[in-house]
């Protein structure tokens, strides 16, 4: 392939970064100047040009799904398929290494992941044990600590505590360790600490990495944190050469450890080079400018200028809406339009600050039939029905897996109690065993009553009768033979109504994703079961069931970070949401919204719309808030402003809500949105909602005792206060 190939398609600057001589190298830029498209070009560059071996390339993206676009555009370009290169996130990446390397890393072969989930359950427990007071000392709080002692790469042994509080977070962190590694369990961010001291501890195995991979590129780098920058800097040795880039601007992970100053690290430690990219291809003119201005904001930056030569386009549609239900009304109606003009839903995006916020706008999608993905939100493999069913098949991995023991004693429930589980919790910490053989032990020990003893002896043989019936059959076959026997689709069979149906679709979902699992060539499982829980726990959400179906693109702003959309909502932009309320108390913070906000509005390339309600219902709770001061900070020639009143009387055309009944059901009660209620019994209130007509006429007020109501109009007898 002609080289001048790899350079067609870029500017001038992204051609000096592709073509660079092997230097480290920083490309530091705004949204969407072509950054990512500049490592592609890079890695194609490297492998055409200056001869580099698939085989010693190693580039860290942000998502799973970027880690595979990524390849797939580098194939592209070549025009040849490349193995052997390692593309991943740092936690893809570090856990790699791990599996690879277990016995230097002192771990069990099939060790396991506990996700956040886990993660929690297994602190009460601990908590439990240490006769520390949960309500005084919530897990939560333990969880974070240790996730970001774990991020500054930080032991107990390492820590200094000087008051009482941190003390008693030291010990959760210390005992909870030891439970960890005696099960033979990491969290996340163990993961990539425990590669990082793999790494660092065997002098020949860091060779080995060091040698192999001599070009290094990160994407999205604005966002690692201390101990990903240290695991950076170990690999990359004196001799290898590493490519960065990201925006300060874009930092949106402070929260979580995230450090900006390592940009500004990379160039002293790394002697590297700058280059800057300063053309926009994404959005148009007016997105730009809006998002531009925005930014000015803060105060500190690194500072970098953004032009387009592209159209203003149309201006920031900004809608006041009454409440959350009417802002996902708004957005539902919007979408209906954008459908039926001929677009795909894929193209769109709705982005909120708060995964609790998609429930109301799911809902909106359902009502105006509309199909909607979910990004990284409540993902499948976190159901409940989905935990049970891979709990199983852990604990025939791996017996000392203690957090999927206590999933699955009981359920399906088979008369265990929580007497029995204490039992056995006790000898498991008396004895410092795994809960699995605590209960093997209690059994024969004759510790329990008759009845206790057989239920707990027909779990344990039910374990081990999955293991010796399923270690010849294909991993979809495992699966459902695990489902089936342990009891569980049984259990959710029973389960009346639309969840019960929603849990069996999603357990005979869980088969059939086992059957189209293939097992990483490049990769060392002990078994395909192995690879397949490791998969679970790292990638789920990305590839869904639907993956295929157009779909509106539902997300929060935080995973947002890199794509690009035609069209853009950034719903709930209020004071006290977003910005949040927490970023006003602490320093620093508000900062880091304005960047989260900036992210958002440049994720659109064609059109955004903004929103925010006046008064939200969230967490059981009615909020009034003011438009966000982001808003005030856009020019005000970028923005136009809908006006809440012509959507109140012109309510979206499609479902429940045609115009004629809405309207009607307007006239008929007499009330407008918002308006304050009186009714004789249920006392004072707001009005949410109408809808039919006539006899069918039937209001929606929210009491402020009692919550949400529908009413037949004509009987409510509401008095206007
Ligand atoms: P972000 O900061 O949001 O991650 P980015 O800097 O990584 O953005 P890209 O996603 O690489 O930007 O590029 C943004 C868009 O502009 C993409 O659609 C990309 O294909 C396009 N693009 C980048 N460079 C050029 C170019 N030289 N000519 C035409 N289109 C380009
Ligand atoms: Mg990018």
Redesign the pocket.
């Known amino acids: 392939m002609d080289v001048s190939e790899l350079l067609d398609?870029?500017?001038d600057k992204?051609r000096d970064a592709v073509a660079a001589p092997l230097q480290n190298m920083l490309v530091l830029?705004?949204?969407?100047?072509?950054?990512?498209?500049?490592l592609v070009h890079r890695i194609a560059w490297l492998m055409q040009v200056e001869q580099a071996s698939a085989y010693s390339i190693f580039a860290v993206t942000f998502t799973n799904k970027a880690a595979k676009e990524m390849r797939t555009r580098v194939e592209e370009t070549l025009k040849a398929p490349v193995g052997g290169m390692w593309i991943g996130t740092f936690h893809g990446l570090s856990h790699r290494i791990l599996r690879a390397h277990h016995r230097e890393a002192n771990l069990p072969e099939s060790f396991q992941i506990l996700d956040s989930d886990d993660q929690q359950r297994m602190i009460k427990r601990l908590l439990k044990a240490m006769n520390i007071d949960d309500k005084k000392w919530p897990a939560k709080q333990f969880g974070w600590y240790i996730s970001a002692k774990k991020d500054e790469g930080l032991r107990p042994k390492d820590i200094q505590a000087y008051d009482i509080n941190e003390q008693m977070m030291l010990k959760v962190y210390a005992a909870y360790q030891e439970a960890c590694d005696r099960a033979g369990l990491v969290d996340f961010a163990e993961i990539l600490l425990r590669c990082y001291e793999v790494l660092k501890n065997h002098p020949t195995l860091l060779r080995h990495y060091q040698q192999r991979f001599a070009h290094m590129l990160v994407?999205?780098f604005q966002d690692t944190n201390t101990i990903q920058y240290a695991w950076l800097k170990l690999l990359a040795g004196n001799t290898n050469s590493i490519m960065i880039?990201g925006?300060d601007d874009?930092s949106i992970y402070g929260w979580r450890g995230a450090k900006i100053e390592n940009i500004k690290r990379f160039l002293t430690d790394f002697e590297a080079e700058t280059i800057r990219?300063e053309?926009n291809?994404?959005s148009t003119a007016t997105i730009l400018k809006a998002s531009n201005a925005l930014i000015k904001n803060n105060a500190e930056r690194m500072g970098k200028s953004l032009w387009t030569d592209g159209n203003d386009g149309e201006p920031i549609s900004v809608y006041a809406a009454f409440n959350e239900l009417d802002e996902a009304r708004f957005v539902s109606s919007k979408l209906r339009s954008w459908l039926n003009a001929g677009n795909a839903l894929q193209d769109a995006a709705i982005l909120y600050r708060n995964n609790a916020q998609s429930r109301v706008l799911e809902e909106a999608m359902l009502q105006e039939g509309l199909k909607y993905r979910i990004y990284g939100g409540m993902r499948f493999f976190e159901r409940q029905e989905i935990k049970d069913a891979l709990s199983y098949l852990r604990l025939v991995g791996n017996r000392q897996d203690d957090a999927a023991f206590e999933r699955v004693i009981n359920t399906p429930a088979r008369g265990i109690g929580d007497k029995t589980l204490s039992h056995i919790r006790d000898c498991a910490r008396n004895e410092s065993l795994p809960l699995w053989y605590a209960a093997k032990a209690i059994v024969e020990q004759q510790h329990l009553s008759g009845r206790a003893a057989s239920a707990v002896t027909k779990f344990l043989e039910l374990v081990e009768h999955i293991e010796d019936k399923i270690s010849d059959l294909t991993l979809e076959e495992q699966a459902k033979y695990a489902i089936q026997t342990s009891g569980l689709m049984a259990m959710y069979q029973a389960e009346k109504g639309e969840k019960g149906r929603a849990r069996v679709e999603n357990l005979e979902e869980l088969i059939s994703a086992c059957g189209q699992y293939e097992l990483p060539e490049d990769e060392e499982f002990s078994s395909p079961l192995q690879g397949f829980l490791a998969y679970t726990s790292l990638e789920s959400g990305e590839g869904q069931a639907d993956e295929h179906e157009d779909a509106v693109q539902m997300m929060t702003l935080h995973s947002a970070?890199?794509l690009?959309f035609p069209l853009v909502f950034m719903v709930g932009v209020e004071e006290g949401m977003f910005p949040s309320q927490q970023s006003n108390e602490e320093s620093g913070r508000l900062e880091e919204e304005r960047r989260l906000c900036y992210v958002g509005m440049?994720?659109a390339m064609e059109k955004l719309y903004i929103s925010h309600a006046e008064s939200r219902r969230l967490y059981g709770q009615e909020k009034y808030h003011s438009p966000s001061r982001f808003l005030r900070e856009m020019p005000e020639d970028c923005i136009e402003e809908i006006r809440i009143k012509t959507q109140v009387s012109r309510p979206p055309a499609a479902g429940r809500f045609s115009p004629s009944v809405t309207h009607a059901a307007f006239e008929e009660s007499g009330f407008n949105l918002g308006q304050r209620v009186l009714h004789a019994k249920f006392g004072a209130g707001t009005v949410l909602n109408y809808e039919g007509s006539g006899a069918q006429s039937r209001i929606q007020v929210n009491f402020d005792d009692l919550g949400s109501k529908w009413l037949v109009t004509q009987y409510a007898r509401l008095q206007a206060l």
């Open positions: 398609g870029l500017n992204q830029a705004g949204a969407g100047s072509g950054k990512t498209r500049v994407d999205e880039v925006d874009q990219l053309q291809y994404r970070k890199g690009e440049t994720r």
